[in-house]
């Protein structure tokens, strides 16, 4: 005979027979929902992986992974020594000095704010991507005396202005003994930059390193270096070499930090959306309660022959979680393959739909458009499996239980 029984047993009653249509329905209805809620969890995943990594990588576009700044006044710093001793660390690739001052753009009848950011276009190249960035207009113009600018395409629009025209930048001057007073220069946009990001396609503004220093010396902004390192993800694990090169005399910031609120709104959003869609697999254990607990009331007789046949109540306990558990693990099984199938497939299954649907998901006027990227990973897999097994395990409890309590001479007298 098969050993061992209970494993044999629990195989037979999967299958229920032909008469007992209501029991084979609810138990491929909790398969089928098994199944469907672990693969749309590996979906809804992976798409919000591409998005934090899309996310991520137009950040780093124009972002270093770190900043050096100054703690106190600028001059204060030997800042080419400082950058020396930077470019020796292991895992720095780049170095390049900038500086940040906020102010207004006007192009009347227009005033926005800006951020207008110095930087070496040279050594800016080996900190960000900016080049492939810019979409009209060359990053090597910006050289020191040409009073050049390139826009971000939000900030553009909205000015209505394009490569040629010229516009005024005020930054306000403060000093502890006299009144603010605003500082002028007209400046000539000799290209535009798209981001794909909010915040910086409206707001930022390049020109050369040295024409800022010269706009607004006494200025109150940001003033240090950028670092680029071989891995951005592992930017935290440099920090520490970076800080004890960097001497108290700056401040250090990666771009973990710079962007924490980014991620952790992400964090967030993809531990609720998990844990919400983790109620379909739940609502999916509940039928395999119900079925269970229609198996064992139907085969009460079954279970008496086998108490009498010398079975334990122990084995009759495992042959109804086993039942439940091969449902529950046939419809990971299935759910993992369809997910990963369709996580690989996503953007081209959605581009399809809408073509065939006429229809968008995201409304181009609103969102970016930057399709649907996936990036599945081995690790999301693993916890939505182990977390569906677990919750199939224990819908079998109380059906098993009940079953290795039936009084076999019970049963058979009322049979």
């Known amino acids: 005979m098969f050993q061992p029984l209970s494993l044999f047993v629990a195989l037979r009653y999967v299958r229920a027979r032909q008469h007992k249509f209501f029991v084979s329905f609810i138990t491929w209805v909790s398969l089928a929902g098994v199944a469907l809620g672990v693969a749309a969890l590996i979906v809804v995943l992976s798409v919000m992986n591409g998005f934090e990594g899309e996310l991520r990588n137009r950040l780093l576009a124009l972002s270093a992974h770190a900043r050096v700044v100054a703690a106190g006044p600028a001059d204060a710093v030997d800042e080419r020594a400082l950058a020396q001793r930077l470019r020796g660390l292991p895992g720095v690739t780049g170095v390049a ?68 025209d010229k516009v005024t930048i005020l930054v306000p001057m403060a000093s502890a003994n006299a009144p603010p007073e605003p500082r002028l220069r007209e400046f000539t946009i000799a290209g535009i930059f798209e981001a794909d990001i909010q915040d910086h396609d409206s707001t930022l503004a390049l020109a050369a390193l040295a024409d800022v220093r010269a706009f607004a010396p006494q200025a109150e902004g940001a003033s240090g270096l950028r670092l680029r390192f071989v891995d951005a993800l592992r930017a935290p694990d440099y920090m520490p070499a970076v800080r004890a090169a960097a001497g108290s005399a700056v401040l250090v910031r990666d771009w973990t930090e710079d962007h924490a609120s980014y991620f952790r709104a992400i964090r967030i959003e993809k531990t609720m959306t998990g844990l919400i869609l983790l109620l379909i697999v739940a609502v999916a254990a509940f039928n395999i309660v119900a079925m269970l607990v229609m198996v064992v009331n139907d085969k009460r007789t079954d279970i008496a022959i086998l108490r009498t046949l010398g079975a334990t109540p122990g084995s009759i306990l495992r042959v109804f979680m086993l039942q439940g558990l091969v449902i529950g693990w046939l419809g990971v099984a299935v759910g993992v393959g369809l997910g990963v199938l369709l996580a690989h497939y996503v953007n081209g299954i959605v581009s399809f739909l809408q073509w065939l649907f006429h229809f968008r998901v995201f409304d181009a006027d609103v969102y970016y458009d930057i399709g649907f990227p996936s990036i599945l990973r081995a690790r999301d897999v693993q916890w939505i499996s182990a977390a569906a097994l677990l919750l199939t395990l224990m819908a079998t409890i109380y059906p098993a239980r009940r079953a290795a309590a039936t009084p076999p001479a019970a049963a058979l007298r009322y049979e």
Do not use: C, F, H, N
């Open 97 to 164: 000095p900038y500086m940040d001052l906020q102010g207004l753009v006007v192009r009347q009848p227009d005033m926005l704010p800006l951020i207008l950011r110095g930087i070496d276009p040279v050594a800016e190249g080996e900190v960000t991507d900016i080049k492939s960035l810019v979409v009209r207009g060359e990053l090597r113009a910006l050289t020191p005396g040409s009073q050049l600018l390139i826009l971000g395409a939000v900030l553009a629009e909205r000015l209505g202005v394009g490569v040629g």
